[in-house]
Nanobody
Framework: QVQLVESGGGLVQAGGSLRLSCAAS????????MGWFRQAPGKERDFVAG????????QYADSVKGRFTISRDNAKNTVYLQMNSLKPEDTAVYYC??????????????????WGQGTQVTVSS
């Protein structure tokens, strides 16, 4: 069992930056492939970024490539999402998720076993 807690969301102007954190407890996060997803009102929960257990492999949604960076600090049991050049369309609730089974990053949300409660990111124009 693992518990995930996101933080770092907030209100930011377009072009600004935020860094989201996902702190894990219960089991070391190094045993999981980790992902970030987001869900805007009335829309599906979509993949944003993922990082493999060893951090050698990362994947990004096309909409965030070049702007967002996922990283992990296994010593701190924490995963991060650095978000730069934010756009109003990035507004959503952002969720951290852990995949126990797969070694590499899987983009589908059904592959993930544990989820955080989410943190709101709002980008004003």
């Amino acid at each position: 069992q693992v518990q995930l807690v996101e933080s770092g969301g907030g209100l930011v102007q377009a072009g600004g930056s935020l860094r989201l954190s996902c702190a894990a407890s219960g089991r070391t996060v190094s045993t999981y492939t980790m992902g970030w997803f987001r869900q805007a009102p009335g829309k599906e929960r979509d993949f944003v970024a993922g990082i493999s257990r060893d951090a050698f492999s990362t994947q990004y949604a096309d909409s965030v490539k070049g702007r967002f960076t996922i990283s992990r600090d296994n010593a701190k049991n924490t995963v991060y999402l650095q978000m730069n050049s934010l756009k109003p369309e990035d507004t959503a609730v952002y969720y951290c998720a852990a995949d126990l089974y797969h070694l590499g990053v899987v983009l589908t949300k059904t592959a993930y076993d544990y989820w955080g409660q989410g943190t709101q990111v709002t980008v004003s124009s």
